[in-house]
């Protein structure tokens, strides 16, 4: 069963940094161009980290990055410095061609 499902989410303070994971099953994320996405109620869904051309937004180009480990399978979005504006529902994603997969989605809320 081809699936991505994330895990790390949560509630953190301004200042804090968070690891969210994405684990892949039923295909190799090797061969992927991968991504994290955020969506917020009411506005598209944007590209926060990814490894293909897009630059992601400048909201939060210094302060996220995409982590890939081949031989787990998995994708990490590694988040420093969270503001309350990066409160969100994160997706990893994972491309290839007609192969196009999506992660259930995973709440980050950034308050004090």
């Known amino acids: 069963q081809v699936q991505l499902v994330e895990s790390g989410g949560g509630l953190v303070k301004p200042g804090e940094s968070l690891r969210l994971s994405c684990a892949a099953t039923?295909?190799?994320?090797?061969?992927?161009?991968t991504a994290w996405y955020r969506q917020v109620p009411g506005k598209e869904r944007e590209l926060v980290a990814g490894?293909?051309?897009?630059s992601p937004a400048d909201s939060v180009k210094d302060r996220f990055r995409i982590i890939r480990d081949f031989a787990r399978n998995t994708m990490s979005l590694q988040m420093n410095s969270l503001k309350p504006e990066d409160t969100a529902v994160y997706y990893c994603?994972?491309?290839?061609?007609?192969?196009?997969?999506w992660g259930q989605g995973i709440q980050v809320t950034v308050s004090s």
């Open positions: 994603h994972a491309r290839r061609f007609q192969d196009d997969y």
């Open positions: 039923g295909f190799s994320l090797s061969i992927f161009n």
């Open positions: 490894d293909g051309p897009t």
